[in-house]
């Protein structure tokens, strides 16, 4: 159990703290409600530039990292088709400090042309580097547009090409940061050492003289139903053959979601799951083998992907995985199976909660839901799916359909 407290700013800003007095740290995580899914289509990437953007400097404070090192602290940030969040853990005693660098990036970037400059090229160097130049790096950059035709999850956080951020512009970045950097858009948490009336009095203080603007209202496209299977195939210069498989699923906040979450660890969890038991260490066609959920805010993904064995072709893999699913589908699941990944599930979730940090993460993230609450509520909804209500997500998730499905095959092996 996660205990919170909340409250908003006049301008907006949703402050969540959470009270832990056995740490000697804070932390300072401010999620702004933006993502990869915002993004142009012509414009990709930005989100992820962003993430860059905002330790080179704001309005005030030339050198983000420095007085942040000084102060005993240190930080990061990540990035996704849904959130862009940031984080500062630093001794509570200096917790001032964090609220000062972080208001201040809220306030404004310095929008120096120099750090756009740096800031693109190691943008686009990251693109080539983990995306185009690494084996199987473009997977996702392929799969993603088959699996989604309208919603913007079609492309991945990076980005669709290099060029959108080559071509970035500092209008273009301007007007990124005061339509989704603003109070009205972010959510703070305050977590560690710290008391609310502590967290309330520096938020009024370096967050409140923030002004609001205007709030983009967020009108993305639904991915229509999938009607038919979607087929792609693809060649690289990889080591292996590979497999992609995909079917369309309920998004993070969906009442369903735990059910489908369970079912893909029952059919690829570790080294007991279905998957991996039948097709890794008995038939030898994969070396190894995964099955996940995407854990999207809107409708996502359950996948399974895996690398083949020399000598077996997508196809083979591909029937070979058709034929455990439809076991699944036709004899079912019983209780055991069910309560060792609910087990898995709540083993995860109780390590997760130990670091502050993550507690403090967390607590963003369910706030966008609407109830920051079912943070602590989650557990109980995984443990309430019964078999009956899993078999039904299965049958409803896994038609043929609805899945998309991708052999990326190896040009070395042919």
């Known amino acids: 159990m996660i205990s919170f407290s909340e409250f908003t700013l006049d301008n907006g800003l949703r402050v969540i703290v959470h009270e832990d007095p056995n740490v000697e740290i804070a932390v300072l995580n401010i999620l702004y409600n933006v993502g990869a899914r915002d993004e142009h289509p012509d414009k990709t990437g930005f989100a992820h530039l962003f993430e860059h953007l905002m330790f080179g400097g704001s309005v005030n404070i030339p050198n983000y990292d420095e007085p942040l090192q000084m102060a005993g602290g240190?930080?990061?940030?990540?990035?996704?088709?849904?959130?862009?969040?940031?984080?500062v853990v630093l001794p509570a005693s200096n917790i001032e400090t964090g609220f000062w660098l972080e208001s201040d990036r809220m306030l404004g970037l310095s929008f120096d042309p120099r750090v756009l400059e740096v800031q693109q090229k190691v943008v686009v160097e990251e693109?080539?580097?983990?995306?185009?130049n690494q084996p199987y790096g473009?997977?996702?950059?392929?799969?993603?547009?088959?699996?989604?035709?309208?919603?913007?999850?079609?492309?991945?956080?990076?980005?669709?090409?290099?060029?959108?951020?080559?071509?970035?512009?500092?209008?273009?970045?301007?007007?990124?940061?005061?339509?989704?950097?603003?109070?009205?858009?972010?959510?703070?948490?305050?977590?560690?050492?710290?008391?609310?009336?502590q967290a309330r009095r520096l938020a009024e203080e370096w967050f409140g003289p923030i002004e609001p603007r205007p709030r983009k209202p967020r009108l993305l496209p639904a991915e229509p139903p999938q009607s038919e299977k979607r087929f792609l195939r693809a060649e690289a210069h990889v080591p292996a053959n590979a497999l992609y498989m995909a079917w369309h699923m309920?998004?993070?906040?969906?009442?369903?979601?735990?059910?489908?979450?369970?079912?893909?660890?029952?059919?690829?969890?570790?080294d007991s799951s279905r998957l991996y038991t039948k097709l890794v260490k008995e038939k030898e066609i994969f070396t190894t083998v995964s099955c996940y959920v995407t854990g999207s805010i809107d409708p996502g993904l359950l996948v399974v992907s895996g690398r083949l064995n020399p000598g077996i072709t997508p196809a083979q893999a591909e029937a070979e995985v058709t034929k455990i699913i439809n076991q699944l589908l036709q004899k079912g699941v019983d209780e055991r199976e069910l309560s060792k990944v609910k087990n898995q599930?709540?083993?995860?979730?109780?390590?997760?909660e130990v670091e502050v940090l993550n507690r403090a993460i967390s607590l963003a993230f369910f706030s966008l839901s609407?109830?920051?609450?079912?943070?602590?509520?989650?557990?109980?909804?995984?443990?309430?799916?019964?078999?009956?209500?899993?078999m039904d997500t299965a049958r409803e998730i896994l038609k043929e359909s609805n899945c998309s499905v991708m052999h990326y095959c190896s040009t070395v092996a042919a």
């Open 138 to 197: 473009d997977a996702w950059l392929k799969f993603r547009p088959l699996a989604y035709r309208v919603h913007p999850y079609q492309w991945a956080t990076i980005g669709k090409d290099p060029s959108h951020i080559e071509n970035a512009t500092m209008d273009d970045v301007r007007k990124f940061f005061y339509t989704h950097y603003i109070p009205n858009n972010a959510v703070l948490v305050v977590a560690g050492k710290v008391s609310v009336n």
């Open 370 to 390: 609407g109830d920051t609450g079912l943070v602590n509520r989650e557990r109980g909804y995984y443990q309430q799916v019964s078999v009956q209500q899993l």
């Open 127 to 132: 693109f080539k580097q983990r995306y185009l």
């Open 74 to 87: 240190e930080n990061n940030a990540f990035t996704n088709n849904d959130i862009t969040n940031y984080y």
């Open 345 to 352: 599930v709540r083993m995860s979730l109780e390590f997760e």
């Open 250 to 270: 309920p998004g993070r906040f969906d009442k369903s979601y735990y059910a489908a979450d369970l079912l893909s660890d029952i059919l690829g969890r570790g």
